[in-house]
């Protein structure tokens, strides 16, 4: 095997607050910035069916204002002083992310302690309908009046029985979001958005000590709230395929293939990943020259796996070529996979796809809020900030044998969902 793991100098220290905020501090100087980066460990997964989209609600919400902070305020003073800021919401996690001069710091710390601790005295009626709107309209331009756009919540619907909590979209439905209530959005916040269900990370030009007295002065006196509840996960096979036809207003129809995967962090986990990478990882993938160069039939295709924390898709999509019938493209989709569960992968490919992902790992490394936001991630998934160095050697422990093991037991046709895009014809 001709990949190597580069040596990765990624020093950090990890703390954990008497309020239970653990936060991590990765020093690099070499510009004078500072990545302040807060993960929360709540998604939709923590939602409950009826009551969907109260998380990403919140990613809207948080950025109002709190009780020292105007309405508008969090971005114009990140800005005024050269930074810049964004949140983003997932099925188990919600994160927020600053990136401005280091000599600014202080600033960042205490922007995002003031929303930690002294959120609900701003939050109002009017605030909730507004952001309740944003929402929604968001809702209509990604998803419902997108081309294509409600392909991935109906798969995962398929997919997941409806108490699963992966079976409902991150941005909801829309009469959920409608319905959310003021009392209900207080007690999702004083549930979930607390120190002891957050991970704080800095990374950039400061000095350890210094920076963890400011979390302390910030942050410390901040009261932990209630054990967050544990999410249940029913039984993980689907006994048997599940399909669906979508018509919609497309020029060409599109296929989607999912099964369910193991959960990321797992082995079987980069397993799925590498395969996806095989399969389907540019140009010269065995996918794309079979079905797109050689047969024609499709205009692209792609194959990836979804790191949830309680179990993954493994999802393959797509479009035929004008004139070519969807059952024909998904039969040429399904033959790859059904080859991929009884042959090893070519080792040529097997390399190139490894190089392929581990060349993502080290661009993401590149950058400075990429690098803070993956110490979040491992400290909030399984509490181990060292795992970001670590992530590269695991794609090369993958063998050739776990592949073709991963395609066998999860790919299979009882544990398929299908989801046809057609185009709709016109009244």
């Known amino acids: 095997m001709s990949s190597a793991i580069p040596d990765l100098d990624l020093p950090f220290q990890y703390h954990k607050l008497a309020n239970g905020l653990r936060v991590v501090l990765h020093r690099q100087p070499e510009l004078p910035l500072v990545a302040v980066n807060l993960w929360y460990h709540v998604g939709s997964k923590d939602e409950r069916p009826g009551r969907t989209g109260f998380a990403h609600l919140f990613e809207h919400m948080l950025f109002q204002g709190s009780e020292h902070v105007g309405t508008h305020d969090h971005f114009r003073l990140l800005q005024q002083v050269g930074g810049v800021a964004n949140g983003s919401t997932w099925y188990d996690r919600t994160n927020y992310y600053a990136t401005l001069p280091a000599h600014q710091l202080e600033l960042g710390l205490w922007l995002e302690s003031d929303r930690m601790g002294f959120f609900l005295p701003a939050l109002t009626q009017e605030n909730l ?66 120190p002891n269900n957050a991970v704080l ?56 293939v999912g099964f369910r995967a193991p959960a990321y962090g797992e082995r079987s986990w980069y397993a799925a990943d590498v395969l996806a990478s095989v399969l389907t990882g540019g140009k010269s993938s065995p996918l ?8 024609q039939i499709a205009q692209d295709v792609g194959a990836s796996v979804s790191p949830y924390e309680k179990g993954g898709t493994f999802m393959m999509v797509a479009t035929a070529r004008p004139g070519v019938a969807i059952e024909t493209l998904e039969e040429a989709l399904l033959g790859h996979v059904a080859a991929a569960a009884t042959a090893l992968p070519d080792p040529v490919e097997l390399e190139r796809a490894r190089n392929r992902l581990l060349t993502e790992i080290y661009s993401g490394l590149q950058k400075l809020d990429g ?57």
């Open 129 to 194: 309908d507004t952001q309740r709107e944003v929402v929604m309209n968001e809702r209509r331009q990604r998803i419902e009046n997108q081309p294509y756009g409600l392909a991935g919540e109906r798969l995962h619907e398929l997919l997941y029985p409806p108490d699963h909590p992966y079976h409902w979209p991150v941005i909801g439905y829309m009469e959920d979001i409608a319905a959310a209530t003021l009392e209900e959005v207080r007690t999702f916040f004083s549930t979930y958005y607390t």
């Open 371 to 427: 690098v803070a936001d993956l110490f979040s991630q491992f400290a909030t998934y399984f509490d181990d900030p060292g795992g970001v160095a670590a992530e590269a050697g695991r794609y090369l422990e993958i063998t050739p044998e776990e592949l073709v093991e991963l395609a066998a037991t999860h790919c299979i046709e009882s544990e398929r969902a299908v989801v046809q895009v057609v185009p709709r014809e016109a009244d």
């Open 201 to 256: 990370t800095l990374a950039g030009d400061f000095d350890p000590e210094t920076a963890l007295e400011r979390v302390e002065a910030w942050f410390g006196e901040i009261p932990p709230g209630p054990p967050v509840p544990p999410v249940t996960v029913p039984p993980a096979r689907l006994g048997g395929e599940r399909r669906a036809v979508l018509p919609d207003a497309v020029s060409l129809p599109r296929i989607y």
């Open 288 to 295: 794309y020259r079979d079905l797109v160069y050689d047969r």
